[in-house]
């Protein structure tokens, strides 16, 4: 099975307080309660979105992350530009199908970093068509 999902949206409207604060809460929330949790989430991650794309947003989520039962993560560092850009990895552990990988991009607008840009892919060759900026560093989650 191969899935891919990218979704853009503008990058005027919403923050992300602490992107990597906001990336470990994603990775609890689908260990905990699945799509459903994601979507969660998300909406706070995108609080300042026009309902209209938070539930674009949404439906995408929904309709990829049914599919998965989660069972661990882990949060990596993939672009650091200071206080004006990360991306971040998430690479999480599915029951039946082995690992399923999300790439966040957080952007610089005010002063915060704020939710930008989810791209989600199942198969690691797909994932690095888009090279890293930097090579991959764990990020401590804790709980």
């Not at 689908?30 to 909406?43: C, D, F, I, N, P």
């Not at 949404?58 to 949060?75: E, H, P």
């Not at 082995?98 to 952007?107: P, S, T």
Request: proline fraction near 2%; aromatic fraction near 10%; glycine fraction near 6%.
């Amino acid at each position: 099975m191969s899935i891919a999902i990218s979704l853009g949206i503008s990058s005027a409207v919403a923050y992300a307080n602490n992107a990597v604060r906001d990336s470990c809460h994603l990775i609890d929330a689908l260990v905990e309660y699945g799509s459903k949790g994601a979507v969660e989430q998300l909406a706070s991650m995108t609080s300042n979105w026009p309902s209209d794309l938070q539930e674009n947003l949404n439906l995408s989520i929904t309709a990829v992350f049914d599919k998965f039962k989660f069972i661990q993560g882990k949060v990596f560092l993939t672009a650091n530009f200071g206080n004006l850009m990360q991306e971040h990895l998430l690479v999480l552990d599915v029951t039946e199908i082995g690992v399923v990988y999300v790439r966040i991009v957080y952007e610089q607008f005010g002063e915060s970093l704020k939710f930008s840009h989810i791209t989600i892919e199942d198969k690691y060759e797909k994932l690095i068509e888009k090279a890293f900026a930097q090579p991959p560093e764990l990020l401590a989650c804790g709980k």
